[in-house]
């Protein structure tokens, strides 16, 4: 049996409200994507509750067991959690979102162009996959990123951090070029530099690469370069999600999808920003 108005009123009295919870908006965009409730056994959680519940502890970066008790109980979470990675279902919801986010903005569904890079976080004692950026001389995982102009996530990778920048194109522009046929162009910065390493990634892809370096002009203070500032400052985005600070999962899976939830909280504000008010 679904959840009715009724029941959500009477939690809505019941439950204060956070910041990050979902104005009615934001759940219309994301709710046609949702699994269907099972039509057999016990009453299911309101979907609602459980993504304001994981959007609560991305931004927060609780521990599971620390999420407030008015908030359904943090094992159905969980449960929820590990199954909507496992079925994709964050990777759609990115997609989705990211079309909606180009068409409103006035672009087309696909992009043409799309910019890439890497941030590295340190692991903790969960264990799992890990390994040592020599460059950033940081132990854990790396994530690597593609955004397109408007810096809009086309596609999210999650390694160890011992794989280099420029290994780690190939696999992710082939998978850009999957999901966006129309991507041509791609841009990134020196540490993706190798003719070896772009062949293999034009090989995979078809997508021609250009490498946007620093100017040999000595400056003092911060210089934007073109093009690269996109993608840094979606990686400034992802920062403001506090369980992102660090990497706390045992797997890459989980590492992947709660990066994935983040990008998927900071599309749903932007289309509602974005979204026509009703007068």
């Known amino acids: 049996m679904p959840w009715n108005e009724a029941d959500r009123l009477k939690y809505d009295v019941i439950r204060a409200r956070y910041s990050s919870d979902m104005s009615d908006e934001e759940f219309e965009l994301i709710a046609p994507l949702l699994p269907r409730p099972k039509r057999r056994g016990r009453k299911p959680t309101d979907p609602r ?4 519940a994981m959007f609560y502890l991305i931004r927060c970066g609780c521990p599971w067991r620390l999420l407030p008790k008015d908030f359904p109980p943090f094992t159905t979470v969980q449960n929820h959690f590990y199954a909507w990675r496992d079925n994709g279902l964050w990777t759609q919801i990115v997609c989705i979102l990211v079309m909606n986010a180009r068409e409103s903005e006035g672009r087309e569904a696909s992009p043409t162009a799309v910019i890439v890079d890497s941030q590295s976080v340190k692991t ?6 890990r390994g040592f950026d020599a460059g950033k001389k940081v132990k854990g ?4 990123i593609a955004v397109d102009m408007l810096g809009l996530p086309i596609e999210s990778q999650v390694t160890p951090a011992a794989v280099q920048d420029r ?15 129309f991507v041509s162009m791609c841009f990134v910065d020196g540490g993706y530099k190798g003719d070896e390493a772009q062949r293999a990634a034009y090989e995979a892809s078809r997508i021609s690469i250009t490498v946007v370096e620093r100017s040999d002009k000595r400056v003092a203070g911060f210089v934007v370069l073109p093009k690269r500032w996109v993608v840094e400052r979606t990686l400034g985005w992802i920062n403001r999600a506090r369980r992102l600070a660090k990497d706390f999962e045992a797997t890459i899976e989980s590492s992947l999808a709660w990066l994935l939830i983040a990008l998927a909280f900071l599309l749903m504000r ?6 026509p008010q009703p007068t």
């Open 49 to 52: 509750e459980i993504l304001n």
């Open 124 to 129: 903790t004692e969960a264990g799992g996959p």
């Open 141 to 144: 995982r790396k994530r690597h």
């Open 167 to 181: 290994d780690a194109l190939a696999p992710i522009l082939g998978e850009v070029h999957r999901k966006s046929p």
């Open 270 to 275: 932007r289309l509602a920003r974005l979204s």
